[in-house]
């Protein structure tokens, strides 16, 4: 019976050992939830955007873009090329940035990136396709040898100018907009920081 009563003893002093021991040890166990650490598992797809003035333009870019594209494509003889290749240049590079564009706002990748400024990027890309695609349609109109597919390249690639200009315009009002709020935002908070460091100076008035 003693030797029971000594064994039911060690147990308990080994339980009370291991408990404090488990108490005092500064590695104890968790239950806080692992957060997933994949960058990707963020990814849906924005149907606002898309229904939004900015995304139905972007769309509409993208397949004008490319329906230029396949026009200047299909001419098989110039003299001279170089308006041909200009026009090509500027189709396919306006198809493919704002193709990426309209990729990344409708996935929600630009909050990956927020040290980026997207509405600026977008305001720059829409500014420089509206230029360039006025510059080439115009340089193609007045080489025009009288091909339909010349005829309607330069018919795309002047109305995709314009939408290209319209969303330039949103996209300057959105910008700014923008940006007159990040000025308030500003100057709320260093009213607010003034106002609490002169909190401070009257509370305290050995500082002043």
Partial sequence: MRTTEEADGFDGEASN???ISG???PYQPT??????RNVLGGIRCDVEYLKS?????KVVEVVLSLIAFICIETIMMCSPCGGVYFFEFVSCSAFVVTGVLLL????????KVPHVNWSLTDLVNTAASTFF????SLVLACINHNNGAEIAAVIFGFLVMCVYGLNTFLAVRRWR??????????????????TASRGEMEARPELA
Wanted: aromatic fraction near 12%.
């Fill in 17 to 19: 050992t291991s408990m």
């Fill in 23 to 25: 108490a005092s040890s």
């Fill in 31 to 36: 239950t806080e939830p692992v957060h997933s």
């Fill in 53 to 57: 003035y900015f995304g139905i333009l």
């Fill in 104 to 111: 990344i706002f409708s996935l929600n990748l630009h909050t």
């Fill in 133 to 136: 695609f006025f510059l080439s």
């Fill in 177 to 194: 907009r923008g940006d007159g709020c990040q000025r308030v935002v500003q100057t709320s908070e260093y009213m607010r920081a003034r």
